[in-house]
């Protein structure tokens, strides 16, 4: 077997690109959806597999979170999993603060301007008491680029850890 | 709605405000809070919203923190919340390693050596039997200034993402 | 007491160090585990204190690592702890997919081509069902060396925060 070789990238790079994630999240964590989605191309794509969904361009995308995200100022929604959540039409995300975690952030420089990145990612949901739980932990692998001199998210797949994540409940009272 | 701009900061000042906290927080979990102190500047603040507590000053926060911080090798305290820890003084943290998960960092240079600083943040407890809890989870602020070619925290502002936070339960056993 | 100094070094060696484990440590969660050790050098060490184990050299920790890691696949292992895992040889990770979560890297350049990292790691575990738990928290110090042009672990010492980990169900039901 050859020997190991660490993926090289220019510092410039590699700190813009974690700004861009530090800036990009907390407008999804804020509820801001339609500026989290000037974040991302608008031809994007957006996709949780194993068993899940895919989503294409930022209207579909913003319908679904717009759905989905809740509030954290309501009460929480009754004890529901992601599937249920869609069938249902139920905001799962009520009554909670949820924090993306991500680490092991790896990036390749691909084409001109398109870069890979890959995480690993981790939800916690706060509620109003103050209890912590966690979602169970994906991998996230990103295709940046670089449009009018800014990174954007062209696509994203989320692989979660768990074949049954989608049929969880996700937010145990 | 205009473009999103990822906001730029030079690489080896990214990677100075990273070793920076990597050389800081440790101090504090280890408890050595007078080093700890010595990283903040000796006007700081540190701030805890919503319906907490202001100190000012190194010597305020030391005799906060003595109060406080406690001692891994005792027992653990009895369950309290971080509120009545306050008015009893009791040692919160006695009986716990605690370690604190940064995550989200965002730079951005504000006027001459100063930086602010965004991120969220996370605090685990170990107990000695290798039971692992978590307290809510934050968003911090930091202004850091350079003074004397070092960087220092002038201020510290931690938003608790529930608003409750000052009366959980905090190691509930 | 003299003043703070937040250690430096040059973005580019701090980037390819983040970039390194982020290649390195993906490998161990995806149990390629004659790919990983290729990260180490021949003759490593890995050390778990206090009350633990240490290894040296690829081929001891390829036969540890081969029998204790498992796969996530198989139905989950019984309950058990780390000691009573090694005199029974089970191997304790099946049925999990655990992901290493590093904060705080602090990078010390020591020698040439030599490097001290220091860093908190807490692994996650997220069974078949998506239930996530945690192992209690750690630090870890490496010594990396560059060799032929890569860096690579040549040593590695883990330092767990609770002094009975060993004993620990690690993976309670």
């Known amino acids: 077997m050859s020997q190991h070789v660490t993926p090289r990238v220019r510092p410039e790079l590699y700190v813009e690109v974690q700004q861009f994630y530090a800036s990009q999240m907390p407008l999804l964590e804020a509820r801001r959806l339609e500026e989290f989605l000037l974040t991302f191309t608008p031809d994007c794509t957006l996709e949780h597999i194993p068993y899940g969904w895919r989503f294409e361009g930022r209207e579909q995308l913003l319908k679904e979170m717009s759905a989905r995200r809740g509030d954290p100022d309501k009460p929480r929604a009754e004890e529901t999993s992601a599937r249920r959540a869609r069938e249902e039409n139920i905001a799962y995300y009520d009554g909670l603060v949820y924090r ?53 998210t062209r696509s994203r797949v989320v692989t979660h850890d768990s074949a049954n994540w989608a049929d969880k409940i996700h937010n145990p009272g």
């Open 100 to 152: 993306y975690w991500f680490d092991r952030m790896l990036i390749v420089p691909a084409a001109d301007d398109t870069l890979k990145v890959r995480y690993q990612a981790m939800v916690s949901m706060t509620d109003a008491q103050g209890k912590v739980s966690f979602e169970p932990t994906t991998v996230v692998e990103d295709v940046l680029e670089r449009r009018d001199g800014e990174l954007m």
